[in-house]
Structure formats: C-alpha cells, structure tokens
C-alpha cells in the first residue's frame, strides 16, 4: 500500500520552534500517546534515539514532548516555557538518550508512560520532516499509523473472522478503513488491531464494539490536530 501523505507533507506545520522533526514531530507523537493512554500521564520515561539523542537538547525536543505530553497543540506558545508547565502540573519525567541504535529511524522517541490511575502505555513514534509522524509500536505490537487520520486500535481473542465482522461494523458506519494493520504475540494468543479511518466512528458504535465478549480493549483517537 502506497504511503499515505496529508497536508503536513505540503506546507508543514503550524508550529513554535525551530525544526518541524524535532519540534512539531515530537508534540504530536506526545499528543497520540497520551490518546493510546487514556489518561494525562502523571510520570514518563522520555527515551531519544540516534540523531534525537545528540539534539535533543539544543533543537528543543525535551520541550516540545513535554508540551505534547501536556496536550499542547504544536503552535501553542506555552511550548517554550514547558519544563515550568510541567513542574506545576505535578508531571514527573526522565529523559534518556540512546545514541546508536541501529535499527531504528534516525528521531526516534520511545515513551513510557504512567497515569494516575495506575494504567501504563510504551508508545515509539518516528518523526519523519515537516511534523509528520509515525506511531511504529504500541505496548510491544508492531502498528504504524500517522494519527493524521482518525485512529481505532482493538485488542481482541484471535478468533476466525474477528477481521471481517470488526470491518464490516466498521462499514456499517459508512466509514472507509485507509489502512489496517493487525499483529499478535503468539497463536491464539491476544491479537491488536490498528485501523486508519477516513471518519470517525459514532459512539454507540465504539460501545457496541467494547461489548463484544472477545473484544477486550477498544482505544478510539480522533485526528490529533483536530
């Protein structure tokens, strides 16, 4: 399947800071996972690979995922002051840089995030140019999606024809699935599915789907820039 472009691959972003992959890349990969989560994070562990690890610091990365984490939009001008944002919101947070990772894109950000409720999410997004994003992984699950779309990520019993009815649902809607990607950890093991609309889903729909007795997650994220 051809890979997708958006109106970020044209103009680029709105945006504060001086670099759209380390800025406005970096909140909006902060703003998908704290979605994926749930819940505003209440700790995270912020770990920067390869070219992000050298510059994270001098280009303002560290702000801007503070920012994102924080659900900043990438042109809000609290973004610069966001360490002092993130100290009076209680927001506990570690930076990491891992330097010479080689398998992975050159900014690549891996987060590990806590809410207050206890639940967790390990997000890795890629920052690829001109804000645009790559969610490549979710709790250990290949997914690769660009949140430029609205965004349904199911966890559900790998049962035969889970697929086709979660589409079909999803049809009756009269919504186009864009992309789908679908993984598991072992046979008959638990398998996630991440699926990119063209529109969002109604809500009865997203609870009819949470009621299935096979389905055991259903995490709903709307295009992040809307």
Same mark, same amino acid.
């Given at each position: 399947?051809?890979?997708?472009?958006?109106? !970020?691959?044209?103009?680029? +972003?709105?945006?504060?800071?001086?670099? %759209?992959?380390?800025?406005?890349?970096?909140?909006?990969?902060?703003?998908?996972?704290?979605? &994926?989560?749930?819940?505003?994070?209440?700790?995270?562990?912020?770990? @920067?690979?390869?070219?992000?690890?050298?510059?994270?610091?001098?280009?303002?990365?560290?702000?801007?995922?503070?920012?994102?984490?924080? /659900?900043?939009?990438?042109?809000?001008?609290?973004?610069?002051?966001? @360490?002092? !944002?993130?100290?009076?919101?209680?927001?506990?947070?570690?930076?990491?840089?891992?330097?010479?990772? %080689?398998?992975?894109?050159?900014?690549?950000?891996?987060?590990?995030?806590?809410?207050? /409720?206890?639940?967790?999410?390990?997000?890795?997004?890629?920052?690829?140019?001109?804000?645009?994003? %790559?969610?490549?992984?979710?709790?250990? !699950? +290949?997914?690769?999606?660009?949140?430029?779309?609205?965004?349904?990520?199911?966890?559900?019993?790998?049962?035969?024809?889970?697929?086709? @009815?979660?589409?079909?649902? &999803?049809?009756? /809607?009269?919504?186009?699935?864009?992309?789908?990607?679908?993984?598991?950890?072992?046979?008959?093991?638990?398998?996630?599915?991440?699926?990119?609309? /063209?529109?969002?889903?109604?809500?009865?729909?997203?609870?009819?789907?949470?009621?299935?007795?096979? $389905?055991?997650? $259903?995490?709903?994220? +709307?295009?992040?820039?809307?």
């Amino acid at each position: 399947m051809a890979e997708k472009s958006s109106i !970020f691959d044209m103009i680029g +972003p709105v945006m504060i800071g001086p670099s %759209s992959s380390h800025t406005a890349g970096v909140v909006r990969i902060a703003r998908a996972a704290i979605r &994926i989560l749930g819940a505003p994070p209440v700790e995270a562990t912020i770990t @920067f690979y390869n070219s992000f690890a050298r510059t994270y610091e001098g280009h303002g990365s560290d702000r801007a995922i503070l920012a994102g984490l924080m /659900d900043y939009k990438t042109d809000d001008t609290r973004i610069k002051e966001s @360490f002092e !944002f993130a100290k009076e919101q209680g927001l506990k947070y570690t930076f990491k840089s891992v330097g010479n990772a %080689s398998t992975m894109h050159p900014n690549t950000i891996k987060l590990n995030l806590i809410a207050a /409720d206890g639940r967790t999410a390990e997000v890795i997004g890629q920052s690829r140019g001109g804000g645009v994003i %790559s969610i490549v992984e979710v709790d250990g !699950f +290949p997914s690769n999606f660009s949140a430029n779309l609205h965004t349904l990520i199911i966890d559900a019993d790998d049962v035969k024809g889970s697929i086709a @009815f979660i589409s079909d649902i &999803i049809a009756h /809607d009269d919504c186009n699935i864009a992309t789908m990607n679908v993984s598991r950890k072992g046979r008959n093991d638990v398998a996630r599915q991440f699926i990119e609309m /063209d529109s969002g889903l109604r809500p009865i729909t997203l609870e009819y789907l949470r009621q299935l007795s096979w $389905v055991k997650q $259903v995490i709903y994220i +709307p295009n992040i820039d809307l």
